[in-house]
């Protein structure tokens, strides 16, 4: 008979709060087994070892990622909501950092859920195809930059973190038109 709570499902969701508390790369095998109180051959039933983990994390991150920012209104909606989860959720937003693997299509099919609306924040600002691909690789470096400095507490000046990023989005937002303007004219 199974243990309860050991199951695919239940084994991810206690790995997705495991690497929240001490960080994706601290996450082992045999400190999840001691969560469930089982030895870690047992979770080899479940779970395709710390890589099945670490892939479930991803796309449960993603998932959840996708949904935080799916409440957002407009783009500085989208982009607090995104640094609002990865604080929350710090291993999580960890694992969603990879680009995902070929051939994984439920993998691919949590990114997309991102991408979607990234894609939909962009198509307001004017901005499709390649320019889109510019915006979405400017909009994620930005966001994932200031986050990991702000998770590492390298924001040590006498300033309001929220008035920075205010400022990020500001400087985002200038960026982004400017690049649909590019492609406009282009």
Avoid: C
Wanted: charged share 20%.
């Amino acid at each position: 008979m199974p243990r309860a709570g050991l199951t695919p499902g239940g084994v991810i969701a206690e790995a997705a709060g495991l690497a929240d508390e001490v960080g994706l790369d601290a996450l082992t095998l045999a400190a999840l087994a001691a969560r469930f109180g089982v030895a870690v051959p047992s979770l080899y039933k479940h779970v395709d070892g710390l890589d099945g983990v670490r892939r479930g994390i991803a796309i449960t991150g993603l998932r959840e990622l996708a949904a935080a920012m799916a409440q957002g209104t407009g783009y500085r909606g989208v982009a607090h909501a995104y640094r609002d989860w990865a604080r929350e959720h710090p291993g999580r937003y960890t694992a969603t950092l990879r680009a995902v693997p070929a051939g994984d299509p439920e993998y691919e099919a949590a990114a997309v859920g991102v991408l979607t609306i990234v894609n939909a924040v962009l198509a307001r600002h004017g901005l499709v195809g390649a320019a889109a691909i510019d915006g979405a690789r400017l909009l994620r470096a930005s966001l994932h930059g200031f986050v990991s400095l702000e998770a590492a507490g390298g924001f040590g000046m006498p300033r309001d973190i929220d008035t920075s990023f205010e400022r990020l989005l500001d400087a985002l937002e200038a960026g982004l038109d400017a690049l649909a303007a590019d492609a406009a004219a282009g």
